[in-house]
């Protein structure tokens, strides 16, 4: 784990490129979330130990869709923050992110790795494409450990 704290002062995190005047906002412990649009019974589920994980760790919250490219429906910000308010009502402390990209897995990662997150919550079935993608790439059977070594960062299964 990253170590971050709420509250640190003097510490922060960098927000767009140093090109653009970025800022630093308080560092603060990061749960990102991957979930699919329309949320699926599955993606709830994933999304509400999402929650829970960000509430055991005072953390904020990072609802993540990865629109992809090859598909022909495109989902907005606004549309998934819509739907999940349906379902959950308003978060505090949630941000919502919708990423094009190719592959969902290579998505996911690189947002994670931008980021910086503390935990990464995903579902069974993410879990299992992404020890596929990163057998690809490695071999090492110790996949999430792999990508905790990776990205510094737990990474958490939900159960639906």
């Not at 308080?26 to 130990?49: D, G, I, K, N, Q």
Request: hydrophobic letters at 40%; glycine letters at 8%; a neutral charge.
């Amino acid at each position: 784990m990253n170590g971050r704290r709420s509250g640190t002062e003097g510490v922060g995190r960098p927000t767009g490129s140093f090109r653009q005047g970025a800022y630093f906002r308080p560092t603060m412990t990061l749960v990102v979330v991957p979930v699919r649009y329309p949320l699926s019974r599955h993606s709830r589920a994933t999304l509400e130990r999402a929650m829970e994980v960000a509430a055991e760790h005072d953390a904020d919250l990072t609802v993540l869709h990865v629109n992809v490219y090859q598909g022909d429906e495109r989902v907005t910000r606004r549309e998934l923050k819509s739907a999940v308010e349906a379902a959950f009502g308003r978060l505090n402390r949630a941000r919502y992110v919708v990423r094009p990209g190719f592959l969902v897995e290579e998505t996911i990662l690189d947002e994670v790795a931008a980021e910086d997150a503390d935990y990464v919550v995903i579902g069974q079935k993410q879990a299992g494409r992404w020890r596929r993608m990163v057998r690809r790439l490695i071999d090492d059977p110790d996949i999430e450990g792999f990508l905790r070594r990776e990205l510094d960062c737990e990474i958490i299964t939900a159960t639906s």
